[in-house]
């Protein structure tokens, strides 16, 4: 099982970024796939979580209309677009899953259990 996050980088408040997540060793028609981001000095925080057997997604407070999560299985890829950056959305961002279970909710809540590596998100003027 792998997970290849890309996409991070410096963008301007205000601005919009889209995260990728190329995964490997299995298909995304089951399990429940997420992003989670690390800030320095906050707990790691589950923002946007996908049930690829139902399509049903869950984001957390703070993202929940800015962010879009979406996946392309013919290319067995996740995406996070992210619009209206703010520089509290900074930090390091991961693709992660849990192949075990299907719900979006439990994964951004619990937490998964396999993880890619992250992806540096900079916002800031």
């Known amino acids: 099982v792998q997970l290849q996050a890309s996409g991070g980088g410096l963008v301007k408040p205000g601005g919009s970024l889209t995260l990728s997540c190329v995964v490997s060793?299995?298909?995304?028609?089951?399990?429940?796939i997420g992003w989670f981001r690390q800030a320095p000095g906050k707990e790691r925080e589950g923002v946007s979580c996908?049930?690829?057997?139902?399509?049903?997604?869950h984001y957390s407070d703070s993202v929940k209309g800015r962010f879009t999560i979406s996946r392309d299985a013919a290319k067995n890829t996740v995406y996070l677009k992210m619009d209206d950056l703010r520089p509290d959305d900074s930090g390091i961002y991961y693709c992660?899953?849990?192949?075990?279970?299907?719900?979006?909710?439990?994964?951004?809540?619990?937490?998964?259990?396999?993880w890619g590596q992250g992806t540096l998100v900079t916002v800031s003027s």
């Open positions: 992660a899953t849990d192949l075990g279970h299907s719900s979006s909710y439990a994964l951004c809540t619990r937490g998964p259990r396999e």
């Open positions: 060793g299995f298909t995304l028609n089951r399990p429940a």
């Open positions: 996908l049930s690829t057997l139902n399509d049903i997604t």
